[in-house]
T-cell receptor, first 112, second 118 residues
């Protein structure tokens, strides 16, 4: 079954509005990574979170890792048309393993 | 530095035919991964090479899929015979030699091969 659940599946916003996507797992995660895939493109690494409760920022993007290391979120403040794409969370489920388990992705579209 | 490259970018074949996908990882990256995204679903892990050895092939769907990485450089993924449900985008990713245990290294994805089986 699906080990990393990501919601929402789709999100449409007006340019300038905020956007948040969430990932949840029933198991404790070693780390969580976030990727962005532009339409027609491939996943591009954004960031990795490792520590419980960690918060990292990249300009308008804020990434959080839950205290229990079972959930994570990506928040974009004041979206711009360049933010369009599908955002995936991906986690290392098994300690010491390297394979990524991806969430289903959240496809973000923006009305200019 | 050149990124991960994949060939071909698109492949359209008929059911029952054979297709071979190729991935060239970033130079010096021991780890090479294959993933697949079927239309509308999540990206799923297929297998992981460390140099020429298969470290984890738990995601391979069935024995119609064969991955090789002879010499520990580029990798091929062969599907024989292809079925309709094999359609999707096949991504290859690579990462440098492992870092701290339990901490995943950044995986750099290639552009993918879009496979369509008719």
């Amino acid at each position: 079954g699906q080990q990393v659940m990501q919601i929402p599946q789709y999100q449409h916003v007006q340019e300038g509005e905020d956007f948040t996507t969430y990932c949840n797992s029933s198991t404790t995660l070693s780390n969580i990574q976030w990727y962005k895939q532009r339409p027609g493109g491939h996943p591009v690494f954004l960031i990795q979170l490792v520590k419980s409760g960690e918060v990292k920022k990249q300009k308008r993007l804020t990434f959080q890792f839950g205290e229990a290391k079972k959930n994570s979120s990506l928040h974009i403040t004041a979206t711009q048309t360049t933010d369009v794409g599908t955002y995936f969370c991906a986690a290392i489920i098994i300690q010491g393993a390297q394979k990524l388990v991806f969430g289903q992705g959240t496809r973000l579209t923006i009305n200019p | 530095e050149a990124g991960v490259t994949q060939f071909p970018s698109h492949s359209v074949i008929e059911k029952g035919q054979t297709v071979t996908l190729r991935c060239d990882p970033i130079s010096g990256h021991d780890n090479l991964y294959w993933y697949r995204r079927v239309m509308g679903k999540e990206i799923k892990f297929l297998l992981h090479f460390v140099k020429e050895s298969k470290q984890d092939e738990s995601g391979m769907p069935n024995n119609r899929f064969l991955a090789e990485r002879t010499g520990g450089t580029y990798s091929t993924l062969k599907v024989q015979p292809a079925e309709l449900e094999d359609s999707g985008v096949y991504f290859c990713a690579s990462s440098p030699p492992p870092g701290l245990a339990g901490v995943g290294d950044t995986q750099y994805f290639g552009p993918g091969t879009r496979l369509t089986v008719l």
